[in-house]
């Protein structure tokens, strides 16, 4: 069973279980970076509350990302997109997970399926 799945129970059906795409943050970072760990730490704390998948790049490791980013590590992307830049709080962090979350079409149905389930 995947770790990222949503349980629904009806009240007379079994129990089902809806797969949902897991969100990916990745932290672009350098080996010697004090605020790279720092976030890192933030999104290890917001992933016990908010599962997603983390990934730390370090961007010396290649050229093309040695240049892109330089100096403005760290910088978190979420799916992919720039989302921050620099020193990231867990509620900042949070809020745009859920934003991105929320961007993603099958989470909004499966957020309007569990409040219909909820209210019976």
């Not at 730490?41 to 983390?54: S, T, Y």
């Not at 760290?74 to 979350?101: C, M, Q, Y």
Request: charged share 30%.
């Amino acid at each position: 069973m995947s770790a990222h799945a949503t349980w629904y129970r009806e009240s007379h059906d079994p129990l089902i279980l809806l797969p949902m795409n897991p969100l990916r943050v990745t932290i672009m970072s350098r080996h010697e970076c004090h605020l790279c760990r720092v976030v890192t730490r933030v999104a290890r704390q917001v992933q016990q509350d908010l599962p997603f998948e983390l990934i730390t790049v370090d961007i010396d490791s290649d050229e093309r990302l040695r240049k892109q980013y330089s100096d403005r590590v760290p910088v978190l992307l979420i799916n992919d997109r720039e989302t921050f830049s620099g020193k990231v709080t867990g509620g900042e962090l949070r809020e745009a997970i859920k934003k991105a979350r929320w961007r993603n079409p099958i989470s909004r149905i499966l957020s309007r399926v569990t409040l219909a389930l909820t209210r019976g």
